[in-house]
């Protein structure tokens, strides 16, 4: 096994760290990140108005995400088997240029399962985009410019999650199927990918069955299940207690109109951006196992503040807490596993985390539901971070 030449590609390490976010090859995959977070986020908003124009009832919408994320769970592993073999960018540029087309191909649907199929189409294309573009960081980055730019990578991410949702809102005001045209982006930046980032490609000739064994090898480490746990609950608490059921206290509880929602949820994800812009920093520090049980005890501490919060401004405080919180989990997790894995098994083992980070994803609100039949919404919080504690635990004794 050999790593392919590059042109160099550590000016901005030579020239200190500082000057990282410079580097023509991240901004690639900084784009790469704000197509793989695209999806689903910019669409939500027009919801209500797809309902009301396909004449499709409440219960139906959330296909358009479901169609969308399953993919995932069962391509992203094969995707980065894919890639280790034959290289990133083989899977990464066909990947986007699927996920521009079909999702814009989606405006021009008005027949609401040929809008499925499409959307499962383009979830195809997504199925890898949010797994190498960390394997990609693994690859150009090491040691301390690793922490650094999975922190940036983390901070525009958080930044695309903040704002797609008022762009989508934008542009549903013109029409619902507007939305769906930000997916064309993917196309130029699939070209600036093949044409313009230089990043080492692992040259894997070893035989199928041995090349799964040495993955096997690689994954089959304690600290490994103990970031895939971490993953995991991080993804039940985000989708289960906090996305889906902040909403609906604030609500409930204080009767607040939707843009004041929506601002609390963008203060979040810009709180996550800022925080996961100083992991470098952080982790000159701290280690990184440090700074996960950190960011678990905060999430346990928002998720208790929330339901004893006795005015909706108050509710800023755990917001900021639990931005915080998130800002230091994903990247920690992220540069932790990238550190593990071997170049010529990385892009399986991060896409395998990706499938991980989507099975929290999809349970968290069936889980955090249960939860709240059986006990009240304040009871969903509670184990929420009932769940974060028990985190703690397990990366101290898991991490190391």
């Not at 704002?163 to 507007?178: C, D, F, K, N, R």
């Not at 509710?315 to 800002?327: D, E, N, S, Y």
């Not at 083992?349 to 929290?360: A, E, Y």
């Amino acid at each position: 096994m050999s790593i392919a030449p590059i042109q160099d590609r550590q000016t901005t390490c030579r020239n200190g760290r500082k000057t990282l976010y410079r580097d023509p090859n991240l901004r690639i995959i900084f784009g790469v990140t704000l197509m793989a977070v695209l999806g689903v986020s910019s669409i939500t908003p027009a919801f209500p108005t797809i309902i009301r124009e396909l004449a499709i009832s409440s219960r139906e919408i959330g296909l358009l995400i479901t169609v969308f994320t399953f993919p995932g769970v069962i391509l992203a592993p094969l995707m980065g088997i894919f890639a280790d073999r034959i290289g990133r960018k083989k899977i990464l540029v066909p990947s986007l240029m699927l996920f521009g087309i079909a999702g814009s191909a989606c405006a021009l649907v008005r027949d609401f399962n040929v809008l499925l199929a499409v959307r499962f189409l383009q979830g195809i294309g997504a199925s890898a985009l949010g797994s190498l573009n960390i394997a990609i960081i693994g690859d150009l980055y090491s040691g301390r410019d690793r922490d650094v730019a999975m922190g940036y990578n983390a901070s525009v991410l958080s930044m695309g999650t903040a704002s797609y949702p008022a762009i989508g809102g934008a542009l549903t005001m013109v029409g619902w199927h507007y939305p769906f045209l930000l997916a064309l982006i993917a196309v130029p930046v699939g070209f600036f990918v093949l044409f313009s980032l230089h990043s080492p490609e692992p040259r894997n000739n070893q035989h199928i069955v041995d090349y799964l064994r040495s993955v096997w090898r690689c994954i089959n480490d304690r600290r490994v299940y103990g970031l895939f746990a971490a993953g995991v609950v991080t993804f039940v608490i985000l989708y289960g207690a906090y996305l889906t059921y902040f909403p609906v206290l604030i609500g409930l509880t204080f009767e607040a109109p939707p843009v004041v929602i929506g601002f609390l949820l963008s203060g979040m994800s810009l709180t996550t951006a800022l925080t996961a812009s100083q992991l470098g920093r952080l982790s000159r520090t701290f280690e990184k196992r440090i700074l996960l049980m950190a960011s678990f005890s905060l999430y346990a501490v928002a998720l208790c503040l929330i339901p004893l919060m006795s005015t909706l401004w108050m509710l800023v405080i755990p917001t900021i807490v639990f931005g915080i919180a998130h800002g230091m989990t994903i990247p920690s997790i992220q540069t932790l596993l990238a550190g593990i894995a071997p170049i010529e098994y990385r892009a399986a083992f991060m896409s395998i985390n990706g499938m991980v980070l989507r099975i929290g994803q999809t349970i968290g609100p069936l889980l955090m539901g249960m939860i709240f039949v059986a006990g009240g919404i304040g009871s969903v919080f509670y184990a929420g971070a009932a769940f974060a504690v028990g985190m703690v635990t397990v990366v101290a004794i898991l991490v190391r």
